[in-house]
């Protein structure tokens, strides 16, 4: 008869680990939260340093791909939500280059529905150009 086992053994084991790591951050100080993430960024900026040139397009080709199957699963109101934060990214980069003069405000002046329709479309229409599809999902 073989003999038992003592202790905690395999996914039980981890998913105490992962319990034990989540208590501790949520009393981590704004301090030592910080200087974790800096942390795993320094490890993620070294790991990087030292991998090949086919690694790194592997992990690429990988990040593309998990992009690409998150798109595919969007709602169309999750399409929207996204390419009109894309807009209004371009939209305050132009603004802070000096492409674009700001509107001297006038009153109260806001966007009526037809407008932000028309700035939805042309943000779609945009991110379609920008990452070469037709825009159907």
Avoid: F, H
Avoid at 1 to 26: F, H, L
Avoid at 109 to 136: D, H, M, Y
């Amino acid at each position: 008869m073989p003999k038992r086992k003592r202790g905690i053994t395999g996914d039980a084991a981890s998913r105490r680990e992962a319990i034990r790591k989540r208590e501790r951050r949520v009393v981590e100080t704004e301090e030592q939260r910080n200087s974790r993430l800096s942390d795993m960024a320094q490890r993620g900026q070294e790991r990087r340093a030292e991998e090949t040139e086919e690694q790194r397009k592997r992990r690429l080709a990988v990040m593309a791909q998990r992009g690409q199957e998150r798109r595919a699963e969007e709602t169309d109101e999750q399409i929207n939500s996204r390419l009109a934060v894309m807009a209004q990214r371009v939209t305050e980069k132009s603004y802070s280059e000096g492409r674009w003069k700001r509107p001297e405000k006038k009153g109260n002046t806001r966007c009526n529905g037809r407008s932000q329709k028309k700035v939805s479309e042309a943000a779609r229409n945009r991110a379609a150009s920008l990452t070469g599809s037709n825009g159907t999902t």
